[in-house]
């Protein structure tokens, strides 16, 4: 079973950048796909993006298409959340998420989820 525990998460200005990590443990990292996911407040957790195993499939939501970028470090078992030009609208806890091997914008997909780690965007 996976463990996975986000950070970097915090408050920052729009047009801002963050950078979110999700640290993983107790599985071998290689064998899965990985997502982030956001949930803000009333409403329903969504689709960030998603990276395969290898890196060689990515996928972002069109709302963060060309904004943000995840990456992973398959020796470190960490992913990441590149996120730059930020917007009040990307307030949200974002989750990291895994699931064997291929990517997936389906959050009932995936096995495994972290707690959570807030971004607030002030306008």
């Known amino acids: 079973q996976v463990q996975l525990v986000e950070s970097g998460g915090g408050l920052v200005q729009a047009g801002g950048s963050l950078r979110l990590s999700c640290a993983a443990s107790?599985?071998?990292?290689?064998?899965?796909?990985l997502g982030w996911f956001r949930q803000a407040p009333g409403k329903e957790r969504e689709f960030v993006a998603t990276i395969r195993w290898d890196a060689g499939d990515i996928g972002y939501a069109d709302s963060v298409q060309g904004r943000f970028t995840i990456s992973r470090d398959n020796a470190k078992s960490t992913l990441y959340l590149q996120m730059n030009s930020l917007k009040p609208e990307d307030t949200a806890v974002y989750y990291c998420?895994?699931?064997?091997?291929?990517?997936?914008?389906?959050?009932?997909?995936?096995?495994?989820w972290g707690r959570g780690t807030q971004v607030t965007v002030s306008s």
């Open positions: 998420a895994a699931r064997w091997f291929r990517t997936s914008d389906d959050r009932s997909d995936y096995m495994y």
């Open positions: 107790g599985g071998t990292f290689s064998n899965y796909a």
